[in-house]
C-alpha cells in the first residue's frame, strides 16, 4: 500500500470523528480487534482512537484467550472488530461465562459487511444541526445489550 502523508492524516481524522458519532468518551478503553499488516484497517481503527484521546488497546483478531482477557483484566468499554469476530468473541463470552465479568458498552463493527441479524447493538440519532460537534443532541432509540 501506498499512502501520502495527506492520506494518513485524512484518514486518521476520519476514523476519529466516527468514534466521536459513536458517542465514545476519553474514559473509554477501546479494544481494537481487526487487522494489522497489509490490510491496514487496523492502523487507522488505532491511529483515529489514539488522536481521539480514548485508551487503545491494540489486539488484532483472533485469539479468543487473549481477547476475552483482555476484556476482562483491562475492562475494555469498546470493541472494534468485524460483524463476524464480533459475533465469534461474543459466543465466545457466553461460553466462558464472563457476561458480568466484562465492562463492554460498545461494539463498533466494520471493514466487512454484516446483516442485521447477526448483530443487535445500541443505535442512536444524533442531531448536529448547526452546532459543534461536542454539543451535540443524542436521542437514545434502541438499546439492547447481546453480551
Known amino acids: 500500500m501506498s499512502y501520502t502523508q495527506k492520506d494518513i492524516d485524512d484518514w486518521v481524522y476520519m476514523f476519529c470523528r466516527c468514534y466521536e458519532l459513536a458517542g465514545l468518551s476519553r474514559d473509554d478503553r477501546v479494544q481494537i480487534a481487526v487487522g494489522y499488516g497489509l490490510w491496514t484497517v487496523g492502523a487507522g481503527f488505532q491511529l483515529g482512537c489514539e488522536r481521539f484521546g480514548a485508551m487503545t488497546i491494540p489486539v488484532r483478531p483472533g485469539n479468543n484467550d487473549l ?81
Open 67 to 147: 481477547q476475552c482477557t483482555f476484556l476482562v483484566d483491562l475492562q475494555s468499554t469498546v470493541l472494534c472488530a468485524t460483524g463476524s469476530m464480533a459475533l465469534l468473541l461474543a459466543e465466545e463470552i457466553h461460553k466462558r461465562g464472563l457476561k458480568e465479568k466484562i465492562a463492554l458498552k460498545k461494539v463498533i463493527c466494520g471493514a466487512e459487511r454484516v446483516s442485521n441479524s447477526m448483530v443487535s447493538c445500541q443505535i442512536e440519532v444524533v442531531d448536529y444541526g448547526s452546532l459543534p460537534c461536542a454539543e451535540k443532541k443524542t436521542k437514545r432509540v434502541f438499546d439492547n445489550r447481546t453480551f
